[in-house]
C-alpha cells in the first residue's frame, strides 16, 4: 500500500483538509472561534441559541444563534488541565492555579486577602514515597551505583537496579494510599502544634488555623510524592493574624513530627501472596521557609506558586503511561510504553482482584493513584471557581460592549438560552491550523512577558 506523500511532515490527507478549511468561506469566523478558545486542541461543539430581552418592554435586545456559524457550531474551550491533552487549556488552568498559590502567599486584595499574610509562618514541604529498591540516579556525588554518571535525560534514570527485586506491588499500594496518607497527615499536624502551643484540639482551633495548597507529582521511578504549601493563620483565615507563639520553626518541628508518627501510617492487610503493609511516608523530608520577593531568598513567593502551577498540568503520563484509562495490557506494547512503567501497570492489575475495592485497575495508568493532583484547604487562598468567574465576567462585560449593552442593569435583562451537546475535537486539517493559532498566541503571551521584564528591568535601574 502506498503511504501518502507528506510535507514539512504533514501527510497529503491532512494538508489537503487543512487547504479546505483555509479556503473556506466561513474561514475568518472558525479561526477567530479557535482564538476565543486559545488555540484549544479538543474544543467542546455546541448547538443552539441565546436571546436577551428588556424584562419591563419585552423588547429583543440581542439574538444569537449557531445557525450562521461554521459548520452550524459554536466551539468552546475543553477545560482539561493536562498539558498531554490539551496544552492551550493546560496554560490556563497553570495560570489560575499560580495566582491561587501566589494569593495565599503575597495577598490578594481583590479577594480580601491581605498582604499581611506575608508576615504569616509559612513554609514549603516535600514529602515523599518510602524506598522500593535502589534504582539509577545521580547523587550529589555525581556517579550512580551502577557506576555511571546519568545525563538529565537518560531514560534509566528512576528505574530498578535489580528489576527482580523491586518492590512494584508496595509501590502503587504506596500511590494508591497517598491521599489517604496525606489526610492523616494533615489531622496529625494540627495535633503536633496544638502539643507544642499547650493546647488542646479544641482550644487550637479558638486561637488559629491551618492552612494549605498542595500539587502531587509523580518522580521518576513512578512514585507520587506532594509538595504542599502550609501556613499558620489566626481563626479567622488570612485576615487575622496568627498566634504570638507561631513561629517557623515551630511548624517545621510539628511537620516533621508529623510525618513520622504511627497515627500517620495506613495498614493494608495480607491478601492472596500479598503481606500486610504499612504505608507510610518515606526518609527524604524537605522544608524550606518562604521568603518574600526581594528578600534575597531562592525559595521566593513567586518562585513556589511557579512551580507548584507547573505540575499541576502534569501527571503519571511523565513517567512514559498513557494519560487516559487502560482497555487492555495490550495498548502498552502499541504505545511503547517503557518496562519499568509497564511493570507498575501490570502490578495494578495483579493487585486489582486482591484488593477490589482500591480499584486499582481503573486507576492503572495513574500507577495507582486515585486522588485529587492539586487541592488546598478552605481558607487558604481564592478558589479555582472563582478565578474562573472573574474571566467569565470579563469576557460578559467585553460582549455586552460589543454589543452596545454595557449600560444596562443585570436585574433589567431576561436572557433565554437553549445549548446542546454537538461533539467534540477537529478534522486532521483543523487540528493543524488550530496548532499553529496555538504556536501564534504562544509567541505573543512570551513576547509580552518578556517586554514587561525589559521595562521593569529598566525601572529598577533608574531608580
Not at 3 to 16: F, N, R
Not at 359 to 388: D, I, N
Request: proline share 5%; aromatic share 8%.
Amino acid at each position: 500500500m502506498t503511504q501518502p506523500a507528506s510535507i514539512a511532515g504533514v501527510d497529503s490527507i491532512t494538508l489537503g483538509d487543512a487547504l479546505r478549511v483555509a479556503g473556506s468561506a466561513d474561514f475568518a469566523r472558525w479561526e477567530d472561534q479557535i482564538r476565543r478558545t486559545g488555540g484549544c486542541s479538543n474544543p467542546i461543539h455546541l448547538t443552539g441559541w441565546t436571546l436577551t430581552k428588556d424584562r419591563t418592554t419585552g423588547e429583543t435586545l440581542h439574538h444569537y444563534s449557531t445557525e450562521k456559524e461554521p459548520g452550524g457550531r459554536l466551539r468552546i474551550a475543553c477545560g482539561n488541565r493536562r498539558a498531554s491533552r490539551c496544552p492551550s487549556c493546560a496554560y490556563t488552568y497553570a495560570g489560575d492555579t499560580y495566582h491561587l498559590i501566589r494569593a495565599g502567599l503575597a495577598g490578594d486584595d481583590r479577594r480580601d486577602i491581605p498582604v499581611t499574610v506575608r508576615d504569616h509562618p509559612r513554609v514549603f514541604a516535600t514529602l515523599t514515597a518510602p524506598s522500593f529498591g535502589p534504582v539509577h540516579n545521580r547523587p550529589d556525588s555525581g556517579r550512580c551505583r551502577c557506576g555511571t554518571r546519568h545525563s538529565d535525560d537518560d531514560p534509566a534514570l528512576g528505574t530498578p537496579l535489580d528489576p527482580d527485586s523491586y518492590d512494584y506491588a508496595g509501590a502503587v499500594l504506596f500511590n494508591n494510599h497517598a491521599g489517604q496518607l496525606w489526610q492523616r497527615f494533615t489531622v496529625r499536624l494540627r495535633r503536633e502544634i496544638a502539643s507544642r502551643a499547650g493546647l488542646t484540639q479544641r482550644e487550637l482551633r479558638e486561637v488559629c488555623r491551618i492552612s494549605f495548597g498542595k500539587v502531587a507529582e509523580f518522580q521518576k521511578r513512578g512514585a507520587i510524592h506532594f509538595h504542599a504549601v502550609v501556613r499558620i493563620d489566626g481563626p479567622g483565615g488570612p485576615e487575622d493574624a496568627p498566634p504570638y507563639w507561631a513561629r517557623t520553626q515551630l511548624l517545621d518541628d510539628a511537620i516533621r513530627a508529623a510525618a513520622v508518627h504511627a497515627y500517620t501510617t495506613i495498614t493494608v492487610p495480607a491478601a492472596g501472596d500479598e503481606p500486610t503493609r504499612t504505608i507510610r511516608w518515606g526518609t527524604q523530608l524537605d522544608i524550606r521557609p518562604i521568603k518574600a520577593l526581594g528578600a534575597g531568598e531562592e525559595l521566593t513567593e513567586q518562585a513556589v506558586a511557579a512551580y507548584v502551577a507547573k505540575y499541576a498540568t502534569k501527571a503519571a503520563e511523565t513517567t512514559g503511561t498513557l494519560d487516559r484509562r487502560i482497555g487492555e495490557l495490550a495498548e502498552l506494547d502499541r504505545h511503547e510504553v517503557p518496562d519499568h512503567t509497564r511493570c507498575l501497570i501490570r502490578a495494578c492489575r495483579d493487585l486489582n482482584a486482591l484488593y477490589p475495592d482500591r480499584r486499582l485497575w481503573a486507576w492503572a495508568h495513574m500507577l495507582g493513584f486515585r486522588g485529587h493532583f492539586s487541592t488546598k484547604s478552605r481558607r487558604y487562598s481564592v478558589t479555582l471557581g472563582a478565578l474562573r468567574k472573574t474571566r467569565a465576567d470579563y469576557r460578559a462585560a467585553e460582549q455586552a460592549a460589543a454589543l452596545g449593552l454595557e449600560y444596562l442593569e443585570p436585574d433589567t435583562v431576561l436572557v433565554l438560552a437553549d445549548w446542546q451537546f454537538a461533539g467534540h475535537g477537529h478534522s486532521p486539517g483543523e487540528s493543524l491550523l488550530a496548532s499553529t493559532i496555538a504556536r501564534d498566541l504562544q509567541l505573543n503571551r512570551e513576547t509580552a512577558r518578556e517586554a514587561l521584564h525589559d521595562l521593569r528591568a529598566q525601572e529598577g535601574a533608574s531608580r
